[in-house]
């Protein structure tokens, strides 16, 4: 779980770096328009979706471990190469490059949590990973400020120093998770006992997915047929329009209210904090009473109440307020992922969903940073209330699913079934009698 809490704060740190170097002469030095940054926030997600049909089948295919850290040394290395681009083309074909090799990391990470807890702990496990998202941008706020002092340092600006100290301290890691990542329950580096081993068995009967090397399309057809399959697909989608805007755009529009460039690096950390805040809670709450889905609903109707001040409130530095609350939506977003790795069994189902909605969260983000248009800046107001649209159909989308899976438990358990479950067998959440869905 380390390692899996590390890769995140480092993988949304280096996403985050055009987001600090907007502020801190990358535009200049690049030569870029409004629009053209837009597509530099935009490009990374079309790498991320190029990469999700090979994801899918390696890492079905390849020891997580070993995948992961060759994955993420290879972006640490185009990340500090960044620092030599001084073109919008140049940027662009490493921003795509960024995307296609970070691709693979949060598919990887559900599977790895899915595998290795039980479906009450993973609630937890996946709030901790969002968690290192928040003090990333935490503590990424407090970098991205020092760093700002670096300018001129060895005739280079500011923000390739950036990319420079990230992508070094990123490729360390990898070589760090290439060898030393335990990624199956039953590890050898584990070196459990036969009686750990029986302990380990027990606990896969309630973890929702055994890892194996079989690929199986009936998972898929499953999934294909099921009407929460699309919710699902589709709320990834409309929650990311947001998160891709707001982590391009978050030190853009505080620089817009009045604020220096490094204080509105500054300012992003009580974003970060925000996001701790929301994520604390939700994994508290979710773990004490359950409530997953409606939890999520009133975590988005907050990040609506944000986005609506943002827009309404007429003194600028105040608008930080309703900047701070939208942050909610990242708290919502770890109890639909909880959800998802909860609920979904089945080794290749598991991977296809959790792939599928990668592929949305993909689109959401890629198209998100467009809906800020540079005319309507610094408030965007166009791409505002596009988000507010996006959280309401969400709510929709989330008790339309909740419905399916209450209405499948209600099911089960007026006609509870005698046959007996071998833990080491696939099967999905549809063929194992017993499974109870996590609402």
């Given at each position: 779980?380390?390692c899996?809490?590390?890769?995140?704060?480092?993988?949304?740190?280096d996403?985050?770096?055009?987001?600090y170097s907007?502020v801190?002469?990358?535009?200049d030095?690049?030569?870029?328009?409004?629009?053209?940054?837009?597509?530099?926030?935009?490009?990374?997600?079309?790498?991320?979706?190029?990469?999700?049909?090979?994801?899918?089948?390696?890492?079905?295919?390849?020891?997580i471990?070993?995948?992961l850290g060759?994955?993420?040394?290879?972006?640490?290395?185009?990340?500090?190469?960044?620092?030599?681009a001084?073109d919008?083309?140049?940027?662009?074909?490493?921003?795509?490059?960024?995307?296609?090799?970070?691709?693979?990391?949060?598919?990887?990470?559900?599977?790895?949590?899915?595998?290795?807890?039980?479906?009450?702990?993973?609630?937890?496990?996946?709030?901790t990973?969002?968690?290192?998202?928040?003090?990333?941008?935490?503590?990424?706020g407090?970098?991205?400020?020092?760093?700002g002092?670096?300018?001129?340092?060895?005739?280079?600006?500011?923000?390739?120093?950036?990319?420079i100290?990230?992508g070094?301290?990123t490729?360390?890691?990898?070589?760090?998770?290439?060898?030393?990542?335990?990624?199956?329950?039953?590890?050898?580096?584990?070196?459990?006992?036969?009686?750990?081993?029986?302990?380990?068995?027990?606990?896969?009967?309630?973890?929702?997915?055994?890892?194996?090397r079989?690929?199986?399309f009936?998972?898929?057809?499953?999934?294909?047929?099921e009407?929460?399959?699309y919710?699902?697909?589709?709320?990834?989608l409309?929650?990311?329009?947001?998160?891709?805007?707001l982590?391009?755009?978050?030190?853009?529009i505080?620089?817009?209210?009045?604020?220096?460039?490094?204080?509105?690096?500054?300012?992003?950390?009580?974003?970060?904090?925000?996001d701790?805040?929301?994520?604390?809670?939700?994994?508290?709450?979710?773990?004490?009473?359950?409530?997953?889905?409606h939890?999520?609903?009133?975590?988005?109707?907050?990040?609506i109440?944000g986005?609506?001040?943002?827009?309404?409130?007429?003194?600028?530095?105040v608008?930080?307020?309703g900047?701070?609350?939208?942050?909610?939506?990242?708290?919502?977003?770890?109890?639909?992922?909880?959800?998802?790795?909860?609920?979904?069994s089945?080794?290749?189902?598991?991977?296809?969903?959790s792939?599928?909605?990668?592929?949305?969260?993909?689109?959401?983000?890629?198209?998100?940073?467009?809906m800020?248009?540079?005319?309507?800046a610094?408030?965007?107001?166009?791409?505002?209330?596009?988000?507010?649209?996006?959280?309401?159909i969400?709510?929709?989308?989330?008790?339309?699913?909740?419905?399916?899976?209450?209405?499948a438990?209600?099911?089960?358990?007026?006609?509870?079934?005698?046959?007996?479950?071998?833990?080491?067998?696939?099967?999905?959440?549809?063929?194992?009698?017993?499974?109870?869905?996590?609402?």
């Open positions: 779980m380390p899996i809490a590390i890769l995140n704060f480092l993988q949304f740190f996403k985050s770096a055009l987001s907007a801190l002469g990358i535009k030095d690049a030569h870029l328009t409004g629009s053209q940054f837009s597509w530099l926030g935009s490009i990374f997600y079309l790498g991320y979706l190029v990469y999700q049909v090979p994801n899918t089948f390696l890492i079905q295919r390849l020891p471990g070993k995948y060759v994955l993420i040394i290879i972006w640490g290395t185009i990340l500090a190469l960044t620092c030599l001084k919008f083309g140049k940027l662009a074909g490493l921003r795509f490059l960024l995307g296609l090799f970070e691709a693979g990391i949060y598919p990887l990470c559900i599977m790895l949590i899915s595998s290795m807890y039980r479906r009450s702990e993973q609630a937890q496990r996946i709030g990973v969002y968690i290192c998202n928040g003090l990333a941008m935490a503590f990424g407090l970098v991205g400020y020092g760093i002092h670096m300018s001129g340092v060895r005739g280079m600006s500011a923000w390739q120093w950036i990319m100290i990230l070094s301290v490729v360390v890691f990898g070589i760090f998770c290439f060898f030393l990542l335990v990624d199956d329950p039953k590890s050898k580096m584990l070196r459990l006992t036969p009686e750990e081993e029986k302990a380990v068995d027990n606990r896969k009967l309630d973890n929702a997915v055994v890892i194996t079989e690929f199986k009936s998972h898929i057809i499953e999934a294909l047929k009407p929460r399959y919710c699902f697909v589709f709320t990834s409309l929650f990311n329009l947001q998160n891709g805007a982590n391009t755009f978050q030190s853009v505080t620089a817009g209210f009045g604020f220096s460039s490094l204080n509105a690096i500054l300012l992003t950390i009580p974003s970060g904090v925000a701790c805040i929301f994520i604390a809670f939700a994994v508290w709450y979710n773990r004490r009473y359950g409530n997953t889905i939890l999520a609903s009133i975590l988005l109707f907050v990040t109440i986005l609506i001040l943002l827009i309404v409130i007429p003194a600028a530095k608008k930080l307020v900047l701070y609350i939208t942050w909610a939506f990242c708290a919502a977003y770890v109890l639909f992922l909880t959800s998802l790795a909860n609920n979904v089945g080794y290749t189902k598991k991977i296809f969903y792939t599928s909605v990668i592929v949305f969260y993909t689109i959401g983000n890629f198209c998100g940073p467009l800020m248009v540079a005319t309507q610094p408030l965007y107001l166009g791409g505002m209330i596009g988000y507010i649209a996006a959280d309401a969400c709510i929709i989308l989330l008790q339309i699913a909740r419905y399916y899976m209450a209405k438990n209600k099911e089960r358990l007026a006609n509870p079934s005698d046959v007996k479950v071998n833990p080491e067998e696939d099967l999905t959440d549809c063929e194992n009698p017993h499974f109870i869905y996590r609402l």
